[in-house]
């Protein structure tokens, strides 16, 4: 039996993540997504999301732009695949559209708040957050998600072990744990 050219692409798209722990480690960037590295797979979905969310009609500010980019990043990182990122900008579009959804905030952000619903409901590596030390990017998280490993900005570029409950995600949105240390 033949295979249809959309099986084939669907399957090109889509790697599923098994398990949490069984997410692309942000240091080997190199052995990619779907053949392409993390920064590829950015660079080429960032614009198509942002173009679809651009056929609202909006305009967006750098800071949202940036907000959007790093989320997509952190949703490669742990391997959504690009055709759901495409999908959820377009559902959000059409909601507007038809139904008027969304009319008090703006696009970009309800669509980071949805890749964080649907994807990133816990602290992922590849997001920005804020610390007590300054902005920077997560690069680990224990397993049970109480300490994080944080490459702060900036010119030393250090990681340092923090409580993630003295984190906060960029978008003012503040990260808490949803299972209580016992």
Not at 47 to 64: A, D, N, Q, T, W
Not at 96 to 124: K, P
Request: glycine share 12%.
């Amino acid at each position: 039996m033949m295979e249809t050219g959309t099986e084939r692409r669907q399957g090109w798209l889509s790697v599923p993540r098994r398990r949490e722990e069984e997410r692309l480690d942000p240091h080997v960037y190199a052995r990619g997504v779907n053949g392409l590295t993390v920064e590829q797979a950015t660079e080429r979905a960032f614009p198509k999301v942002m173009g679809i969310l651009g056929r609202s009609g909006e305009r967006y500010s750098e800071f949202e732009r940036e907000l959007v980019r790093h989320t997509i990043r952190a949703c490669l990182i742990s391997q959504v695949s690009r055709a759901n990122l495409y999908r959820i900008a377009g559902i959000l579009v059409a909601d507007r559209r038809d139904e008027g959804a969304y009319r008090d905030t703006s696009l970009a952000l309800a669509y980071v708040e949805a890749l964080r619903e649907a994807f990133l409901r816990e602290l992922s590596p590849g997001e920005r957050v804020g610390t007590p030390l300054g902005a920077g990017e997560v690069r680990y998280v224990s397993g049970d998600g109480a300490n994080a490993v944080v490459r702060l900005e900036g010119g030393s570029g250090r990681e340092v072990w923090l409580p993630t409950g003295s984190l906060s995600r960029e978008g003012g949105s503040i990260w808490r744990p949803e299972r209580a240390a016992s």
